[in-house]
C-alpha cells in the first residue's frame, strides 16, 4: 500500500472502531410503550420513602438518549404513588441505575451522575420473567445491580446494609414472552403445529389404507 494512503486508512479505521464503541456504550434497549413490574421486599428501616413492596414502570416516549417514564410505587402501608422522571443515558441521569445502556459487555463501563463510572462485572443467563436472558451485573457502593442485557432494564437489585436490606426484582414484563415448557413461544406453537399436521396426515394415511 502507498504510504500516502497507509495512515488515512488507518485513521479512518480507528475513528469508525470508536464511533461504535460509542453507539454500542449508549445504546437505548427500551421504546414507548414498554413495561415493567417489580416486587420488592425489605427488611429493617430502610430510609424514608424507600418502604416500597411493589413497583411498575411504563416508558412513555423516547428521544434520542433521554427517556421519559410513569412509575407507579406501592407502599407497605397500602399507599400508592404516581410519578414521572426523565432519564438520560449519554448524561448518566440513570435514578437508582434502573436503567442502563443496552448491549454492554463485561468489562464495559458507563457513567452514573450519583455512582461515577460503573464497570459491568458479570454476564451470565439467568430466568427473569419466565424467560432465560443474558443478564450483566455490577457491585456499586455495597449494592449488586443485574440488567438484562439486551434491554438495558433492571431485573435485579439487592441492598444490604447494617440498618435494612432491599430486594427488588422482576415479576411481570412485556418486553419479552414467558417460555413454555423451556421454548421460546413461537418454537413451542410452530412445533405444536407440525404435530397436528403430522397427526392428521397420519389419521389420513390409515383411512386410505382401510378403503382399499
Not at 443467563?125 to 436472558?133: D, I
Request: proline fraction near 3%; charge should be negative.
Amino acid at each position: 500500500m502507498d504510504r500516502k494512503c497507509f495512515w488515512p486508512v488507518i485513521l479512518l479505521a480507528v475513528f469508525l472502531f470508536s464511533v461504535s464503541i460509542v453507539r454500542s456504550e449508549f445504546a437505548v434497549g427500551v421504546k414507548e410503550g414498554d413495561w415493567i413490574e417489580y416486587r420488592v421486599l425489605f427488611a429493617g428501616t430502610p430510609p424514608e420513602g424507600h418502604e416500597v413492596v411493589w413497583a411498575r414502570s411504563d416508558v412513555i416516549s423516547v428521544q434520542g438518549k433521554t427517556i421519559d417514564f410513569k412509575i407507579k410505587s406501592e407502599f407497605a402501608d397500602g399507599t400508592l404513588l404516581d410519578d414521572t422522571v426523565t432519564m438520560n443515558l449519554e448524561t448518566g441521569q440513570l435514578g437508582d441505575l434502573f436503567i442502563i445502556p443496552a448491549n454492554l459487555q463485561e468489562g464495559d463501563v458507563f457513567l452514573s451522575v450519583y455512582h461515577g463510572n460503573v464497570t459491568i462485572a458479570g454476564l451470565e443467563q439467568r430466568t427473569c420473567a419466565g424467560a432465560v436472558r443474558s443478564v450483566i451485573s455490577a457491585t456499586v457502593t455495597g449494592s449488586v445491580y443485574f440488567w438484562d442485557q439486551d434491554t438495558g432494564v433492571l431485573v435485579e437489585g439487592i441492598s444490604e446494609f447494617s440498618e435494612y436490606s432491599i430486594h427488588s426484582s422482576i415479576d411481570k414484563t412485556n418486553m419479552w414472552e414467558p417460555e413454555i415448557l423451556g421454548l421460546q413461544p413461537v418454537v413451542f406453537y410452530g412445533l405444536i403445529l407440525i404435530v397436528a399436521v403430522a397427526a392428521l396426515a397420519l389419521a389420513a394415511f390409515f383411512v386410505l389404507r382401510r378403503k382399499e
